[in-house]
């Protein structure tokens, strides 16, 4: 394990994508929906403690009447003071208010977990990275349809768009 990555609460937000039932309940790997979002709740816990934004993203099928059971963030997930962004697109940027409202907090870092590494979670950190926000990919808060989708993500493309890192070293301060 590196040295802890200390984060500024004050231009950090943890962007935590697509952790919804139904989602959470697919046939994921290299790990179970239900031990990223167990994970993302401990990221959660850390960011709020420390005064930092929780960006809850979930998707909404566009030309549906109704939503298919589990679209909501999964139980307990949300607290009061995080930021809800709809997304219906793969990605959290677009058609949203996102970027608006981590620019009003003055957030310039962003770390992300979620389902399914190299769609959502890649899809929103591309965008982010093309706005110029740092980036930051928590390893161990994310999973896939496959193992291969999310080792390509994480070996090959996290690493060129900015810092891979697991939840233990995650962390705030001066260092």
């Given at each position: 394990?590196?040295?802890?990555?200390?984060?500024?609460?004050?231009?950090?937000?943890?962007?935590?994508?697509?952790?919804?039932?139904?989602?959470?309940?697919?046939?994921?790997?290299?790990?179970?929906?239900?031990?990223?979002?167990?994970?993302?709740?401990?990221?959660?816990?850390?960011?709020?403690?420390?005064?930092?934004?929780?960006?809850?993203?979930?998707?909404?099928?566009?030309?549906?009447?109704?939503?298919?059971?589990?679209?909501?963030?999964?139980?307990?997930?949300?607290?009061?003071?995080?930021?809800?962004?709809?997304?219906?697109?793969?990605?959290?940027?677009?058609?949203?208010?996102?970027?608006?409202?981590?620019?009003?907090?003055?957030?310039?870092?962003?770390?992300?977990?979620?389902?399914?590494?190299?769609?959502?979670?890649?899809?929103?950190?591309?965008?982010?990275?093309?706005?110029?926000?740092?980036?930051?990919?928590?390893?161990?808060?994310?999973?896939?349809?496959?193992?291969?989708?999310?080792?390509?993500?994480?070996?090959?493309?996290?690493?060129?768009?900015?810092?891979v890192v697991t939840a233990a070293e995650v962390s705030f301060g001066t260092g």
């Open positions: 394990m590196t040295a802890p990555l200390a984060l500024d609460p004050a231009r950090t937000a943890l962007v935590l994508v697509d952790l919804m039932d139904r989602i959470v309940a697919l046939p994921l790997e290299p790990r179970k929906g239900t031990d990223v979002l167990l994970t993302a709740e401990t990221l959660a816990a850390r960011f709020r403690s420390a005064g930092a934004p929780v960006v809850l993203v979930r998707v909404e099928r566009q030309g549906t009447p109704e939503q298919p059971p589990g679209s909501g963030l999964a139980a307990g997930l949300a607290h009061d003071g995080d930021i809800e962004i709809v997304k219906r697109t793969i990605g959290a940027f677009q058609h949203t208010d996102l970027d608006a409202r981590l620019r009003e907090l003055g957030v310039g870092a962003l770390v992300f977990a979620g389902i399914a590494t190299n769609l959502g979670v890649e899809s929103t950190a591309r965008a982010a990275g093309d706005l110029g926000y740092d980036l930051v990919f928590v390893e161990d808060a994310m999973t896939a349809l496959t193992a291969p989708e999310h080792e390509a993500s994480v070996r090959l493309d996290f690493p060129r768009l900015g810092t």
